[in-house]
C-alpha cells in the first residue's frame, strides 16, 4: 500500500472515532439528572428561563433532532452561550487554548529530557545498581498524585528558594518560560516514568541486535555506541511512547493548571463546572477530545514518514 | 554400571531439571518485589480497617481552640484548620479511599473482561461496533472524561464508580481481546470447539483462566489510577462530600497553609504514594510470577 493510500485510510478512520465524540459529548446533557435546564439554572431561575434554555437547547424536540441541531451549530463553530461568563463559549475557550498548548508542548520537551538520559543509564548495564535505582523510580512516580507534586515543587522551588513564581502564565516568551517551567515540570514527571519503562526496553532491544555486536567488535567507544547507534534507533519507539500517552499527557494539564492558576481550557473547564456553565464544560470536553484525536493523528503521519520501515498495512 | 539409561522423556525423572529451574521463580515467597509489595499493601489495609481502633478521636469533631496545632502532645500529626486530628483523618481518609478504588476497580474489570472477550472470540460485527467504541473512549483524556461525568451526575460515591467503570472498561476490552484472538488459536480450544461445546463454555471454562492472568496484572496498576482518580476528584471538590475524611479533600484543605503547615498537604499525598508503591510491587512481582522469563 502507498503512502498516499495509507493516508487517506488513517484520515477515513477518524469519521467514526469523530462522530462517536460528538454522540458523547452531546450526551451529556441527557446524563443530568432529572431536568437539565432546571438543574443547570438552579433553584431560583424563572420558569421563562427554563423555558428559554429549552428552545434554545431544543429539548423538547425528539432526540435525533436534537443531535442535529447540536452538529449544525457544531458546524458553524457554535458551541453555545457561556451561562455565567457570558458570550460565546467557543470563544472562551480559544482565549483559553494558547496557555494549554504551551504547557503540552513544554511538558513533553521537559518529559524526553527526563526520560532518555535515565533510561539510557539503567541500559547501559541491565540488572547494574544504577538499572534497578531507575526501575524504582516509576514505582514510586506512578502512584504520586501530580497536583501533590505540584504542591511540593511550589514549597521546594516557589516558596523555599524563590527561584520560580508560585503561579501564573508570565508575559512574553521568556515569562512563559519561567512561570511555566515548575507546571510543566509536574506534568513531565508524571509521565517520565511510563516513557522510561518503554524506552529502556526499547533501548535493550536495540542494544542485543547484530549491528551493535559489529559496531562493537569494530571497537566505537561506549558514549559514541550509545549516542550514534542506540539512541537513534530507540528515539522512534519514545515518540510513539509519547504519542500513545498523550491523553495522560493532555489530562494531566487540566489539574495542573488549577494548581498553578494558569488560564488554560483545564482551569476553565473546573472554574465552568464550579459555576455550574454547563456549555463551557462541554466545549471544552469536546477540545480535548479532539486535541487527542488530530495529536494522534500527527503522530501516526509523521512516524510513517520518518521510518522508512513502516509497513503500511494497517 | 548395568542401569538401562533413560530414554530422553520417558518418565519423570527427565522432566525434572527443567522444573527444577523453573521452580524457583514461581515459588510467590521468593519474588522480592512481591513480598514487599505485599507487606506495604498490608500494612496500609490493616492501618485503614483497623482505624477506628488506632485512635481516640472522630474524624470530623471540630475543635476550634486546638486548630493548627504542630505534630506530636496530643496529636501525632498535628490538626487542620478545624482543629481535628490529622492522623486520625490521614487513617478514615485511607479508609474511604481504599474502599472505593478496591470496589471501583471491579467493575471495569468485569465490563470490560466479558466484551473484550466477546469482541475476539467471535469477531466480525461485534468486534467491530466494541472496538470502535473503545477508539472513542480513548479519545478524551482519562481525567477529563471522569470529571466531566462526575460533575453531570453530581459529586459522590455512586458517580465516581459510574465515571470510573465507563472510562476504564477499554483497556480491559483491549487487552483480554489480544489475549482471547491468540488464545482461541491454540489446539486445546479447536478441540473444544469440535466436541461440539456451546460458545459461552469454551469462553469461560477454556479461554478465560488462561487469558485472566493479564487482566488481574493489569488490574494493580488500575487500581492505583483509580486511587488518584478518586484523590483529584476529591481534590476539586467532586468526591465524597465533606466533612468525610478523603485524602483529596485533605491536600486541598492543607494548600492555603502550604507555608507554614507543609505537613498537612505532604502526608495525606505520602500515604497515596505508599499505597501506589504497594501495589506497583504487587503487580511487577505477579507479573514475574505468571509470565516467567518476560519481565
Known amino acids: ?314 | 554400571m548395568s542401569a538401562i539409561p533413560l530414554a530422553p522423556g520417558s518418565g519423570p525423572a527427565a522432566v525434572t531439571p527443567e522444573r527444577a529451574q523453573k521452580r524457583p521463580a514461581r515459588r510467590w515467597y521468593r519474588q522480592p518485589a512481591l513480598m514487599a509489595g505485599i507487606v506495604i499493601t498490608g500494612v496500609i489495609v490493616i492501618l485503614a480497617v483497623a482505624a477506628p481502633l488506632l485512635t481516640s478521636y472522630s474524624p470530623t469533631a471540630q475543635n476550634i481552640s486546638q486548630s493548627l496545632a504542630g505534630p506530636g502532645g496530643h496529636h501525632l500529626l498535628g490538626t487542620d484548620q478545624l482543629g481535628r486530628d490529622t492522623w486520625t483523618r490521614l487513617l478514615f481518609g485511607l479508609r474511604l479511599d481504599l474502599r472505593i478504588a478496591f470496589i471501583a476497580v471491579l467493575f471495569p474489570f468485569c465490563l470490560g473482561t466479558i466484551l473484550g472477550s466477546l469482541a475476539g472470540y467471535f469477531g466480525g460485527w461485534a468486534d467491530t461496533v466494541i472496538m470502535r467504541v473503545v477508539d472513542i473512549v480513548v479519545a478524551f483524556p482519562f481525567y477529563v472524561l471522569v470529571i466531566a461525568l462526575v460533575f453531570v451526575l453530581g459529586p459522590g460515591e455512586r458517580s465516581i464508580y459510574i465515571a470510573i467503570t465507563a472510562v476504564g472498561w477499554v483497556s480491559y476490552a483491549r487487552l483480554v481481546r489480544g489475549e482471547i484472538l491468540v488464545a482461541k488459536r491454540q489446539d486445546y480450544v479447536l478441540a473444544a470447539r469440535a466436541s461440539g461445546l456451546p460458545a459461552v463454555r469454551i469462553m469461560g471454562r477454556h479461554l478465560l483462566p488462561n487469558v485472566i492472568t493479564q487482566g488481574i496484572v493489569y488490574a494493580m496498576s488500575d487500581i492505583v489510577q483509580d486511587m488518584l482518580a478518586i484523590v483529584t476528584l476529591g481534590y476539586f471538590g467532586l468526591g465524597v462530600p465533606p466533612p468525610t475524611a478523603d485524602l483529596g479533600s485533605m491536600i486541598n484543605d492543607g494548600q492555603n497553609f502550604l507555608s507554614t503547615h507543609w505537613q498537612l498537604t505532604t502526608i495525606p499525598g505520602l500515604a497515596v504514594v505508599a499505597v501506589g508503591l504497594g501495589l506497583s510491587l504487587i503487580g511487577d512481582g505477579l507479573a514475574d510470577l505468571l509470565r516467567p522469563g518476560q519481565s
Open chain 1, 1 to 314: 500500500m502507498g503512502r498516499m493510500a495509507f493516508v487517506g485510510r488513517r484520515l477515513l478512520q477518524l469519521i467514526p472515532v469523530a462522530v462517536g465524540v460528538t454522540i458523547i459529548v452531546f450526551f451529556m446533557v441527557h446524563l443530568i439528572p432529572g431536568d437539565p435546564a432546571r438543574s443547570i439554572l438552579g433553584i431560583h431561575a424563572t420558569p421563562a428561563k427554563v423555558a428559554e434554555l429549552h428552545r434554545e437547547w431544543g429539548l423538547n424536540r425528539p432526540l435525533i433532532s436534537q443531535y442535529w441541531l447540536f452538529l449544525d451549530r457544531l458546524g458553524h463553530g457554535n458551541l453555545g452561550q457561556s451561562l455565567y461568563y457570558g458570550g460565546s463559549a467557543s470563544g472562551l475557550i480559544l482565549s483559553h487554548l494558547p496557555a494549554t498548548l504551551w504547557l503540552i508542548i513544554y511538558a513533553a520537551v521537559l518529559a524526553v529530557l527526563i526520560s532518555v538520559p535515565l533510561a539510557m543509564i539503567a541500559a547501559s548495564r541491565k540488572d547494574a545498581i544504577r538499572d534497578h535505582m531507575v526501575r524504582a523510580v516509576p514505582l514510586v512516580g506512578l502512584g504520586m498524585p501530580p497536583f501533590w507534586l505540584g504542591f511540593l515543587l511550589i514549597y521546594g522551588f516557589a516558596i523555599s528558594l524563590r527561584l520560580f513564581p508560585v503561579s501564573g502564565y508570565g508575559a512574553g516568551f521568556t515569562g512563559h518560560l519561567r512561570s511555566m517551567f515548575l507546571p510543566s515540570l509536574t506534568v513531565a514527571i508524571a509521565l517520565a516514568p511510563v516513557v522510561i519503562r518503554s524506552l529502556r526496553a526499547s533501548m535493550l532491544t536495540v542494544l542485543g541486535a547484530d549491528f551493535i555486536t559489529t559496531a562493537r567488535s569494530k571497537g566505537v567507544p561506549g558514549t559514541r555506541l550509545f549516542l550514534r547507534h542506540v539512541l537513534r534507533n530507540a528515539v522512534i519507539p519514545a515518540v510513539t511512547v509519547l504519542g500513545i500517552n498523550i491523553g495522560f499527557l493532555i489530562g494531566g494539564t487540566v489539574i495542573i493548571e488549577n494548581v498553578f492558576a494558569i488560564p488554560g481550557i483545564g482551569q476553565l473547564m473546573i472554574n465552568s463546572i464550579f459555576q455550574r456553565d454547563f456549555p463551557v464544560v462541554q466545549g471544552v470536553t469536546l477540545v480535548f477530545g479532539v486535541l487527542v484525536v488530530l495529536v494522534n493523528l500527527l503522530a501516526d503521519l509523521a512516524y510513517a514518514a520518518l521510518d522508512p520501515r513502516v509497513r503500511f498495512s494497517r
